[in-house]
């Protein structure tokens, strides 16, 4: 994905968690206080998930798990979904391949 596309995407969804935000305070559901905090203790366990998954990558534990024979049965792979004009199983392949060519790479 292009750094524009993932800009887009996150302004997409932070307007739609404005909206929701929003509308609960309209209803009189929540408190402008009780919204403010839900969003902040949102943003920081997004925050913490984002680090924790890049660390994991850093690490190698997501590549050491997408060895497992299991996981690459079910052609799990590490990355967005892509084009969908390939099937699943050649998708997966193509990531393969390419991510075996990185590590590769690194080694070296």
């Not at 307007?15 to 402008?32: D, E, K």
């Amino acid at each position: 994905m292009t750094l524009l596309w993932r800009l887009a995407h996150g302004l997409v969804v932070f307007i739609a968690a404005s909206v929701v935000s929003m509308s609960r305070i309209y209803l009189r559901y929540h408190t402008p206080r009780q919204v403010a905090i839900g969003a902040g203790v949102g943003a920081c366990l997004g925050a913490a998930w984002y680090l924790f998954v890049m660390l994991l990558r850093y690490t190698g534990w997501v590549d050491w798990v997408l060895r497992i024979r299991a996981v690459e049965m079910l052609w799990f792979k590490d990355g967005d979904i892509g084009s969908l004009e390939h099937d699943l199983q050649e998708e997966w392949m193509e990531w393969r391949q390419l991510h075996h060519h990185k590590a590769t790479k690194k080694t070296n």
